[in-house]
């Protein structure tokens, strides 16, 4: 009867045991789909996706089927119940036959009572049965006997009544013939409907098993459907997507070790898109690679690596053009091998201090190339800790250190062959204005002391000029000694103090009692040269303030002036060789723009600092910055 409620599994669902090979040809077309449509990141997507989608309609299915079964379990239930309602009933029956008869042969009022109750009370079950069994029996023809039979019983039950109530022997006996009649057909009426009823419940039973077995298929079969579908997805991926993940990696692979691509993955997917990228940064760094290779190839200097023991891994072709070396010769050769002898010493501790302190550094050594020449080399060396490797650039300084020493032999012969002229000339000139070898005419005297000023304005520029030189070569050292600074100051005060009172200035010094260590002559040479630029500029009448004091470790020098100031798109510029102001120029002095040069020098030298401060209008303020260079006691 319930057999109809349970639907079968539907062919051609993913759960059909027949639908595998149509699933597996549409997957496969799924999986083309997203190997030549689909971004990567939607094909994961799809494929997190399917199973999902299985499952749901496993899910469905297993809900239905579940659903059935509990239908049949209620089934089973209502008519185990409207079983039992029926023996009650029959019992009701048999009991109200039972109290009839007592009543017939005893006449006792309480079997009368007891009748009557028990016949309403199946009059109330009979309509019961009835309505459960019009709900649970249907149309079958135990419902149209049920219905005939509950009748005559409404109508025995009546007779009943009347013959109780009439108390006529006749009619009592007509009743009770009339109820066992009605009790008769109630048993075989009861026996067709139990027989019906256990035929349903068989059919109810066989349909729990059926359930049971669809929804232990669905499972089964849904089981199956995800592992084919897994099984499908992983022999796709594996022959597709796995490939290209092994192609790109090979490509990344190739590109971190500067070679050429093997692969080329199709498509316009994620991967696809990834690969191009990479294709064209190989593209990009082959072309920068071989710029690099030209310029190295190509190179003047001689580019090269040495391993932590200083011998050659790699150089470039100016090493052979330089050197005379093949190149097979010279990798695995030592540098210390290809120096003059009495610089070994000299390389190797600036080599082994490089590698212990992985910092740069710059030397000069002479080459001995493979014809016995000496070629000298200005070297740029980087230390290099991840990879173990002083890399290098050597200059070729051979024609510049010629240069060099011409430079050196003419400031010499500068210094020598025309300053001693210049001078003895002055001292001439001295005598002369002075008045020693008799009183010169007023025009001589004039033209006398012009023709000296002139001549010691040239000897101060040719001073500044060989000042500058020396501090330009190698050899140039500074003479250092302790020295108070008070020194200093009034050595540089009094070497001007002539000049000061020509142009009516006053000079106030305000000096601290600090000494500190450096080459005193030069040290006051640049507060010579600063009171001398302060004094040109000055206005006559007005103060120069010059002054010493201690600032941390530094000794701190400051000459101030009251001048037209420098503007400050010039401050930077006038330490600079040759470099005047315009106010400078307007009032020019004779002087071309070295003294604030060879100040800078030597106070670089001494390894301080010096700038300016001003503003227009306002005058000027030095200041000069020293280390102490000694500890003071």
């Not at 209502?78 to 005893?106: E, M």
């Not at 070297?379 to 200059?395: D, G, L, P, T, Y």
Request: hydrophobic residues 40%; aromatic residues 6%; neutral net charge.
């Amino acid at each position: 009867m319930l057999r109809s409620c349970l639907p079968p599994i539907v062919p051609g669902s993913c759960c059909a045991p027949g639908c595998h090979g149509v699933k597996i040809r549409q997957s496969a077309g799924v999986v083309e789909y997203v190997k030549f449509k689909l971004k990567f990141t939607r094909q994961i997507l799809l494929i997190v996706c399917i199973p999902m989608l299985v499952q749901i309609m496993f899910v469905c299915l297993l809900a239905l089927n579940i659903k059935q079964l509990e239908q049949c379990y209620n089934r089973e239930a209502q008519a185990a119940d409207y079983l039992s309602d029926s023996v009650k009933f029959l019992a009701q029956l048999i009991a109200c036959a039972g109290v009839q008869a007592l009543y017939q042969v005893s006449k006792d009022p309480k079997y009368l009572r007891d009748y009557k109750n028990k016949v309403l009370v199946a009059t109330v079950q009979s309509e019961n049965l009835r309505n459960r069994a019009r709900a649970d029996v249907g149309e079958h023809s135990e419902t149209r006997e049920l219905e005939d039979l509950f009748l005559s019983l409404k109508q025995a039950s009546v007779r009943g009544h009347q013959a109780a109530d009439s108390h006529d022997q006749v009619d009592q006996a007509v009743a009770l013939f009339e109820m066992r009649g009605v009790l008769n057909r109630v048993n075989g009426v009861t026996s067709k409907i139990m027989g019906h009823l256990t035929e349903e419940r068989r059919e109810i039973a066989a349909a729990k098993l059926q359930a049971q077995n669809q929804i232990y298929t669905i499972i089964f079969v849904t089981i199956a459907a995800n592992v084919l579908v897994l099984l499908l997805f992983i022999f796709r991926f594996d022959r597709t997507t796995s490939q290209r993940f092994t192609n790109l990696t090979e490509n990344v692979m190739s590109l971190g070790a500067n070679q050429k691509l093997q692969h080329r993955i199709g498509g316009n997917d994620d991967l696809a898109e990834l690969d191009s990228v990479i294709h064209r940064v190989s593209n990009v760094m082959r072309d920068s690679r071989l710029k690099e290779q030209a310029i190295v190839k190509e190179a003047v200097d001689v580019i090269c690596a040495l391993d932590e023991n200083g011998k050659f891994q790699q150089v470039n072709p100016a090493a052979e053009r330089l050197w005379k070396f093949e190149n097979d010769e010279i990798l695995g050769k030592s540098l210390l091998s290809m120096v003059a002898p009495e610089e070994r010493d000299r390389v190797h501790r600036t080599i082994t201090q490089l590698i212990a302190q992985e910092e740069s550094a710059t030397f000069e050594t002479n080459v001995i190339t493979r014809d016995a020449q000496l070629i000298e080399m200005q070297w740029n060396s980087f230390f290099s800790r991840e990879m173990k490797q002083i890399f290098c650039v050597a200059h070729d300084v051979t024609e510049r250190k010629k240069v060099e020493r011409l430079k050196a032999k003419l400031v010499e012969m500068i210094s020598h062959d025309l300053r001693s002229p210049m001078s003895a000339l002055q001292i001439t000139l001295n005598i002369l204005s002075s008045g020693s070898v008799g009183t010169l005419p007023d025009p001589v005297a004039q033209r006398v002391k012009r023709a000296e000023l002139s001549l010691a304005q040239m000897v101060d520029m040719l001073d500044d000029f060989l000042e500058l030189e020396k501090l330009d070569t190698s050899v140039y050292e500074l003479d250092r000694h302790p020295v108070k600074a008070k020194e200093v100051v009034d050595l540089a005060c009094n070497l001007i103090e002539e000049l000061s009172t020509k142009r009516n200035l006053q000079i106030k010094t305000s000096v601290e009692d600090v000494s500190l260590v450096a080459d005193k002559p030069r040290l006051v040479r640049v507060l010579t040269n600063l009171l001398s630029n302060a004094i040109k500029f000055s206005p006559e009448g007005s103060k120069i303030e010059m002054g010493a004091w201690r600032q941390g470790e530094n000794v701190v020098f400051e000459v101030r002036d009251h001048g037209p100031g420098i503007a400050k798109e010039y401050q930077a510029a006038v330490f600079e060789r040759f470099t005047q102001t315009d106010i400078g120029k307007k009032q020019s002095k004779g002087g071309v723009g070295l003294g604030l040069a060879v100040c800078k020098a030597i106070v670089d030298a001494h390894g301080g600092a010096i700038r300016v401060e001003s503003e227009e209008g306002q005058g000027c303020r030095f200041i000069l910055t020293l280390p102490f260079g000694i500890e003071e006691s």
